[in-house]
């Protein structure tokens, strides 16, 4: 389907503020914008993205054998069966479901692609205060790379500031860096003859061009890694996955059984909404049960992992490179549809060697026990790079305010920040089953403001009773790198974010509210407290002069 890929931004056609920003139309933003076409009809919105089309995440990732690393049936949207059978879903299918889903609701062309936000300001005071009350002006530029075009050469339009005034902002934008990956720099790297890219910018036509009759070594374990051996493999490029670690890997069904079942027993086929709706609560109750099983009896679930394996390689591989030092969902299980890693291994002379890296060598790469893997192309599947928000300045009244010593309330509202919400998913399940929580819970609350008559909803500055800790409690390294930038968690409702379906499910669907919140004149009030606290923090820093960010009036 032909797209054009870039929409130039339009500005508002009056100093009104939106009643709605969302930013990042990946899923989460797609899921969003459906709560407000069939809930909040008469608003005027809009949604901006740094990409230069939907999808997001599918839209940023382009390695060979790019897929969902969770079940398409609880990964997709829950209004919108996902068409095709296999269990897991390639980057092209989602990223077309997802244009599917915006056209069928009608807002695919209200997105503003290749835009980026640059900061978000709470004004409090000021004319466009005393006209339209407090909102946010979110400063945007041209996207380059998922970021502003920082390159010498960029065009004078590039550095263009533009402001979006909106009283709510909604960032569904992720909680990685879209720019860059985690590339550490290897000990004689700049001696390599090939190609070294990490995957979350390889592009095989353009770094290496044709894989026919080349050596891929890839330096990883995790789900990207897990994706590309196997893909490559197939496609017959000699392939190395060159591990430090080994990670968890199950396989699963090539194809839905669980749906497949299902739209056998119910009214309709598979592809019905009711099948749909069905399926995706087994799947959800499946992950659930995996999950307790996982951390309440490891050598159980570990058992049943690797005695699958062995369909495919000897014990003493398992051991080897399939046997994790840690236990499982300690960090994500990646999943293998139809077993295809090991598949590979057994089959297509994919190959996984796990050691550690001495350094980089012309030809490849120098292991600490003297072997060389040759390497044409080597790929850096090292991970991500943590960043909320988009990577934009938060600040109230132009004073910054570090996300880092906020509170995220129920993982959702930030403490101190009025009408602005955020969407992170779950880490040990499907990432929309929590993006679509949020989405009803901010619409419930925006339901609740408008039947009560208030502008204005932030959750309250919580004392020192609430201990504070990470966000993000997961031991993958990605996480532990970048946890330091995040709000922080609490260690009570309606402070807690869970890596808990059924126990959020409750609270995020049917529960208060107003607990711990302020409203109006209020969650102004909690606003400035919070900037109030950001000044003073940044007066005992040691660079006092970043304390600020200027407002685009």
């Not at 079940?71 to 996902?82: C, E, G, R, V």
């Not at 860096?177 to 290897?186: N, T």
């Not at 992170?424 to 009803?440: E, H, I, M």
Request: proline share 6%; hydrophobic share 35%; glycine share 10%.
């Amino acid at each position: 389907m032909t797209h054009i890929s870039e929409t130039p931004q339009a500005p508002q056609a009056s100093n009104e503020p939106l009643d709605l920003l969302i930013v990042g139309a990946g899923i989460a933003g797609v899921d969003m914008a459906h709560h407000v076409v069939n809930e909040f009809p008469g608003w005027s919105w809009t949604m901006i993205d740094s990409n230069d089309d939907i999808g997001g995440t599918w839209n940023t990732f382009t390695y060979p054998g790019i897929r969902s690393d969770s079940d398409m049936t609880s990964f997709a949207l829950p209004y919108k069966p996902w068409p095709h059978k296999g269990t897991l879903g390639d980057g092209g299918h989602i990223k077309e479901y997802l244009r599917d889903a915006a056209n069928e609701d009608g807002f695919l062309q209200r997105i503003q692609f290749s835009t980026w936000m640059k900061s978000m300001n709470f004004v409090t005071s000021g004319p466009a205060v005393d006209e339209h009350g407090p909102h946010w002006e979110v400063v945007t530029v041209k996207a380059w790379n998922h970021g502003p075009d920082d390159r010498p050469d960029a065009t004078d339009d590039a550095r263009v500031e533009t402001t979006i005034r909106t009283r709510r902002l909604h960032l569904a934008c992720g909680y990685y860096d879209h720019r860059d990956g985690f590339l550490p720099h290897y000990d004689g790297q700049e001696d390599f003859t090939g190609t070294l890219v990490h995957a979350q910018k390889w592009h095989p036509d353009e770094h290496g061009g044709d894989l026919e009759g080349k050596k891929v070594v890839i330096i990883g374990s995790g789900a990207t890694a897990i994706t590309v051996l196997p893909a490559l493999a197939k496609a017959g490029v000699d392939t190395t996955m060159l591990q430090r670690t080994p990670s968890w890997v199950a396989a699963v069904p090539t194809v839905d059984t669980i749906k497949t079942i299902w739209g056998t027993l119910l009214p309709g086929d598979r592809n019905s909404k009711l099948t749909h709706k069905v399926s995706r609560a087994n799947h959800i109750l499946r992950d659930m049960v995996q999950w307790y099983t996982a951390k309440l009896t490891p050598p159980v679930f570990a058992g049943y992992v690797q005695g699958l394996q062995l369909f495919w390689l000897k014990p003493s591989q398992v051991r080897k490179d399939f046997t994790p030092p840690y236990k499982p969902w300690d960090q994500r299980v990646c999943k293998a549809p139809g077993g295809d890693i090991f598949s590979a291994i057994k089959n297509d002379g994919a190959k996984v060697v796990t050691g550690t890296i001495d350094r980089i060598v012309p030809e490849g790469i120098r292991l600490n026990d003297g072997q060389v893997l040759e390497a044409d192309v080597i790929v850096s599947a090292t991970g991500l790079q943590l960043q909320l928000f988009g990577g934009a300045e938060m600040a109230v009244d132009g004073t910054k305010v570090d996300p880092s010593k906020l509170v995220a309330y129920r993982g959702v509202l930030v403490s101190g920040m009025p009408n602005l919400s955020f969407t992170v998913g779950y880490l040990n399940q499907s990432w929309t089953t929590r993006a679509d929580l949020t989405a009803r819970y901010v619409a419930r609350l925006w339901h609740h403001n408008i039947n009560n008559g208030e502008q204005l909803a932030a959750p309250v500055n919580p004392g020192s009773d609430v201990t504070r800790k990470p966000l993000l409690e997961f031991e993958a390294g990605y996480i532990k790198r970048g946890e330091h930038i995040t709000p922080r968690q609490g260690d009570r409702s309606p402070w807690i974010y869970r890596q808990d379906y059924l126990r959020e499910w409750p609270e995020l669907s049917r529960g208060a509210v107003t607990d711990e919140m302020t409203f109006g004149d209020d969650a102004v009030a909690s606003a400035r407290e919070a900037a109030e606290v950001a000044a003073a923090d940044s007066a005992d820093s040691a660079d006092p002069a970043g304390s600020s960010v200027s407002a685009a009036m």
